[in-house]
C-alpha cells in the first residue's frame, strides 16, 4: 500500500506532557482549549491519554454521554484504520483510500455550550468506555502500525486535515515514555508544553525528555511551515516553602537550558507556572467558571490566561467575554456534584413550549442549520435549536430527552462532515423513546416521534452502509443547490406539520405506523402520514372542477416514470381530499390504476377505455 503525505496548512498542534502524573497537565489543557474556544476560534481536544482517559471530565456539563458509554474516539479510530489495512488489498490503485479514516471529526462531538463569536469546542475521548475498552488498547500493536501499516502518514494526515479546519488542536498526551507518548511528543505537536512539579525527580525527567524531542526534530527531514517549540510549565507551585521553591526553580532553569527562549511569555516574565489552588485537587472543575472575572487572589485564571498568551506568541491572552454571573454559579454547581435537579431543569428548560421538530445536527454545520431553522419559523414550524433552547451548562441529555418528548419529529441534517457522533445518540434516545411509548401503551395524543433525514445543500447522501439502518431505506429531504430551494422547504416543513400535529378521532392507529414506505406506494388509509404534494393535490381539484370539454366529460390521467409516486399521489392525495368533500358529486367517479406499458399512449388508452366502459 502506498501513503502520500498531505499538504501543510495554518493550524497549530498543541501537545501537553508531563513525565509524572499529578501535575495538573489535563487541568491546563482543559482550560486553555476553553479560553482559545472563548475568544470565537475553532478548538478541537484529543484525549490521547488512553491507558487512564479522564479529560471528559472537565466537560462533563456540556457532553451528551458524560461517562463515554456510547461514545467512539481515538482507539476506535486507529482500530478501524488498522481492520481495513489488514484486511483490504489496496495495492497501489487507490493512494488516498486512507484519507476518509484519518480524519478526527467523525470521532469528535461537540460541547453544547454557545461560545462567543462563533467559537467552538470540539473533544475526541480516548475511546468508548465499555468493557472491551481495555483490550482494545492493550492489544494494539503501535510498532506494527508504523512499521508495516503506514501509521506515520496516517496520523500525519489526519493532523493535517484537523489544522485545516480547526485553528488548534490540543493534545493531552500519556505520562512518561511509551510508543503513544511518543507520537504525541515527537510526531504530531508544532508545540510542547512539558509540564513538571516542583521536585528533583519530576523535573529531571521532563528535562530529559524535553532533550530527546529536540533532538528527534532536529534529525527530520523537516517539512516548511512547521516551526517547533517547547515550553517547560512548572505546575502545582506551593508558595508556602520559599526556599525549596525558590531551589527547585533555579534547578529547573538549569535543565531547561536553551529552551528559556521558547518560555518567555510576551510580558517578559519568564518561566510559567501555575500556583496550586486546593479548590481544584477535589474535582474536574473548569477555572474559567471556578474564578470570578477579574479575580486574582487564590485564583488560577490569570495564570492560565498567561499560559494562553504564551502558546499562541501573544495573540490572545484573556478569556475574553466571561460568563454571566448566575451562569457561571449554575455551571460551577453542576461541576461540584449539585446536579440532582438536572433533569428537572431540563424539563424547566421546555416547559410550557411546544416544539414541532428536533433540530439533530453537526456543529461544523451551525450557521447554515440557524439558517435553516429561522426558515422553518417562517413557515410556521418551531424547531427545538440548541443554540436558542439549550440552557448554556444544563447536562445536555436531559434536555435533550425533554426536547424530543415535546417533538413529533426530529430532523437528522447532514452536511459535509457527515453525522457526528452525538447525532448518532440523538438517533438513539429517539428510537428509544418510540419504543417505551409503545411498550407503555399509553393513549397518544400526537403521531410519534419520527425521523426525517435532511441532505444540506452540495452534499451527496452517504452511502446505505455508511449510515444507521434506520435511515438507509426511508426519503431524505434534500437541499440540491441553497437553502432557497423552496420546495424542499416546503416539503420538510409540511412533513414536520403532519407529524407534530394532534391526533383527530380515529386516527390512533395511524400513530404507531411508521410513516416512510420506501417502494411502497401510499394508500388511501395512509392519507394522514402522506406528505409534501398539497400544491400538486390542489392542482389535480381544480383540474377535475373545470368544465368539460368533450363528449366523454370529465378525465383526469396521472402519468410519470415508474416510481415517482404517482399512486400515492392518487390514492392518498386526491382521492383521500375528495373523499373528504373536497368536490362536490365526486364519490362515484370511477378510478384506474394500472402497471404502465412500454407504449405511454398505449397506457392512456387502455385507461380511457376502461374508464369509458364502467
Known sequence: MRLQLPPVHEGRVLTFYSYKGGTGRSLALANVAW???????????????????????????F????????TTGLIDMVWDFATEAMSTDLGDDDPEWFKPLADFRKYAVALRYDFPDGGVLEFVPAGRQDASYA???????WKRFYEEMGGGIFLETAREQAVSGYNYVLIDSRTGVSDTSGVCTIHLPDILVICFTANNQSIRGAAAVAATVRAAWAAEPGRPGRPKRIIPLLTRVDPFEKTKLNLRR????????????????????????????????????LATFADRPGEREAAL???????????????????????EEAERRRILDLFEGRDAAAADI??????????????????????????????LVGEHVRPWFDRWDLIPGVPAQPAVVEALKSCGAMALIVGQAGIAPEQTEHLKIAIDLRSSSARSGASATRPPLRVIPVLLPGVKRPSPEKLPPVLAAIPWVEFPKTLDDSRALQTLAAGVRALSSPLGPGDEAVAD???????????????ALFFGREALVAQLIEALRSPASGPGGRFLAILGASGSGKSSL?????????????????????????????????????????????
Not at 483490550?135 to 500493536?141: L, P
Request: with cysteine.
Open 301 to 323: 485564571l490569570p495564570a492560565l490566561e498567561r499560559l494562553t498568551g504564551l502558546v499562541t506568541e501573544g495573540r490572545y491572552t484573556s478569556l475574553g467575554k466571561p460568563p
Open 63 to 70: 457532553l451528551i454521554d458524560p461517562n463515554l458509554r456510547e
Open 135 to 141: 483490550e482494545r488498547v492493550g492489544s494494539f500493536a
Open 570 to 614: 392518487l390514492f392518498a392525495g386526491l382521492l383521500a381530499a375528495l373523499k373528504s368533500g373536497a368536490l362536490e358529486g365526486s364519490a362515484s367517479w370511477p378510478v384506474a390504476s394500472l402497471t404502465p406499458f412500454r407504449d405511454p399512449i398505449f397506457s392512456l388508452a387502455v385507461a380511457l377505455s376502461f374508464v369509458q366502459g364502467r
Open 513 to 527: 405506523e411508521c410513516p416512510y414506505r420506501g417502494l411502497e406506494s401510499f394508500g388511501v388509509e395512509n392519507s
Open 250 to 285: 533555579d534547578l529547573a532553569k538549569a535543565e531547561f537550558t536553551g529552551l528559556l527562549t521558547d518560555a518567555v511569555a510576551p510580558d517578559g516574565q519568564g518561566l510559567p507556572e501555575l500556583p496550586y489552588i486546593p479548590f481544584f485537587s477535589y474535582e474536574e472543575t
Open 346 to 375: 431540563a424539563f424547566k428548560a421546555v416547559a410550557g413550549k411546544r416544539f414541532d421538530v428536533f433540530l439533530s445536527y453537526n456543529l461544523v454545520d451551525r450557521a447554515v442549520v440557524e439558517d435553516l431553522a429561522n426558515r
Open 35 to 61: 479560553i482559545l474556544a472563548n475568544n470565537g476560534l475553532r478548538v478541537l481536544v484529543i484525549d490521547w491519554d488512553l491507558e487512564a482517559p479522564g479529560l471528559h471530565r472537565y466537560f462533563t456539563p
